[in-house]
């Protein structure tokens, strides 16, 4: 198993990082949020995880081991890939996840694009005793590399369309999450792309 990768940012896609390893460019599948965090020409670890199929091995890339564990564990519960896996922590933290494992909170499940009702409570059943109570803090975001430059609104539509969103679909939920973005923007601070991206999901849910 290849447990992490780390070198320079070769090259990023919507749903994709290309890590220099020992010249060979490893193709990562990551999270919008993981791929905020990493820029072109820095330096960058991730933890990985391999999954083989006859067909294609996929390596899966994320912020930190606990992001891997918790990616691991999604895919004990039956009906739960790697894609669906992703999808669940594109959505939502690791422990997110947890508080929503713990709660009963089949709403937060449902936000995921893919998970119905009736597969949110069979999730909430299989994963009770897996994942355990939320750690905390999340920390080890910090470190990936240099946030990318584009701004947010591209980085938010680049990472809507790599989870499989029409175009149509991603300017309609951006501009949904517009108000929010310049609000943090008139404080002062910058527009938090995760917490963006996890409101525009939820949007784009509502909505079908």
């Not at 564990?73 to 896996?85: C, D, F, I, K, N």
């Not at 422990?95 to 499940?109: H, S």
């Not at 449902?110 to 009770?128: D, F, W």
Request: aromatic share 2%.
């Amino acid at each position: 198993m290849i447990a992490f990768v780390s070198g320079p940012v070769a090259a990023l896609a919507p749903a994709t990082a290309v890590i220099e390893v020992g010249g060979i460019g490893m193709a990562v599948q990551c999270t919008p949020d993981t791929l905020a965090g990493l820029r072109i020409g820095k330096e960058a670890r991730l933890a990985t995880s391999l999954v083989v199929r006859e067909d294609s091995l996929t390596l899966y890339g994320f912020a930190d081991d606990d992001e891997r564990q918790v990616f691991e564990l999604l895919q004990t519960a039956s009906g739960v890939g790697p894609r669906l896996a992703q999808a669940m922590l594109a959505t939502h933290s690791p422990d997110a996840l947890r508080a929503a494992v713990a709660t009963g909170d089949e709403k937060a499940l449902t936000a995921v694009s893919g998970i119905g009702k009736k597969g949110a409570q069979k999730l909430l059943l299989e994963l009770k005793d897996r994942l355990g109570e939320p750690v905390g803090a999340h920390i080890g975001r910090q470190g990936i590399g240099t946030p990318v430059s584009s701004s947010w609104r591209d980085q938010l539509q680049a990472a809507l369309i790599g989870l499989g969103y029409a175009t149509r679909e991603a300017d309609e939920a951006v501009s949904a999450v517009a108000p929010q973005a310049e609000a943090a923007i008139a404080g002062g601070g910058q527009a938090p792309v995760p917490q963006l991206l996890r409101a525009a999901l939820q949007t784009l849910n509502r909505a079908r």
